[in-house]
T-cell receptor, first 113, second 113 residues
Framework: QQQVKQSPQSLIVQKGGISIINCAYENTAFDYFPWYQQFPGKGPALLIAIRPDVSEKKEGRFTISFNKSAKQFSLHIMDSQPGDSATYFCAAIGQGGSEKLVFGKGTKLTVNP | KAGVTQTPRYLIKTRGQQVTLSCSPISGHRSVSWYQQTPGQGLQFLFEYFSETQRNKGNFPGRFSGRQFSNSRSEMNVSTLELGDSALYLC????????????FGPGTRLTVT
């Protein structure tokens, strides 16, 4: 059972465009939703995260939008750059660490110059 | 602070053998989690250790085991290797009260032939 569903699997955008990656979850015990960025040959790196009591969080060009009622959240990358080309994973975890960190399948983003 | 380190970075083993992977967490981090990453299944949680105790375990067979030492360093062991165990094994560490902010190492690429 996939607890976090992520789409699309791959995404190609032009430099300067907006990249949007969507995730949906089922477990209402999740209370923290991080996004990770992974470059080839590297481990995932925490990019940005949000709690369900906030509808939006912005850090630089990266924004998370959260819809608690729909159990969906998304990552928006504004002014996408070739250096943003990587695989992005959404994830979710519950209170007290009792829930393990579960990941979406990942989205391979390619930003063309 | 130095990041999470994992050794070795690459490993080639033969089916039926066993392997031990090592992880040194960020200084001060006492929680260590292990993940398996494959193209087909994505990132899957193996287990989590805190203060030398396994707190959480994923859905993997008993061939996969781990332990944590008093200095928070952790090892994972896979016995009777199968071809399907070929994967990138990632270790992540976090502070106790910030369990949700997990910092990943570069991983150990295990190839089983």
């Amino acid at each position: 059972q996939q607890q976090v569903k992520q789409s699309p699997q791959s995404l190609i955008v032009q430099k300067g465009g907006i990249s949007i990656i969507n995730c949906a979850y089922e477990n209402t015990a999740f209370d923290y939703f991080p996004w990770y960025q992974q470059f080839p040959g590297k481990g995932p790196a925490l990019l940005i995260a949000i709690r369900p009591d906030v509808s939006e969080k912005k850090e630089g060009r990266f924004t998370i939008s959260f819809n608690k009622s729909a159990k969906q959240f998304s990552l928006h990358i504004m002014d996408s750059q070739p250096g943003d080309s990587a695989t992005y994973f959404c994830a979710a975890i519950g209170q007290g660490g009792s829930e393990k960190l579960v990941f979406g399948k990942g989205t391979k983003l390619t930003v063309n110059p | 602070k130095a990041g999470v380190t994992q050794t070795p970075r690459y490993l080639i083993k033969t089916r039926g053998q066993q392997v031990t992977l090592s992880c040194s967490p960020i200084s001060g981090h006492r929680s260590v989690s292990w993940y398996q990453q494959t193209p087909g299944q994505g990132l899957q949680f193996l287990f989590e250790y805190f203060s030398e105790t396994q707190r959480n375990k994923g859905n993997f067979p008993g061939r996969f085991s781990g332990r944590q030492f008093s200095n928070s360093r952790s090892e994972m062991n896979v016995s009777t290797l199968e071809l399907g165990d070929s994967a990138l094994y990632l270790c992540a560490s976090s502070e106790l009260d910030l369990y949700y902010e997990q910092y990943f190492g570069p991983g150990t690429r295990l190839t089983v032939t």
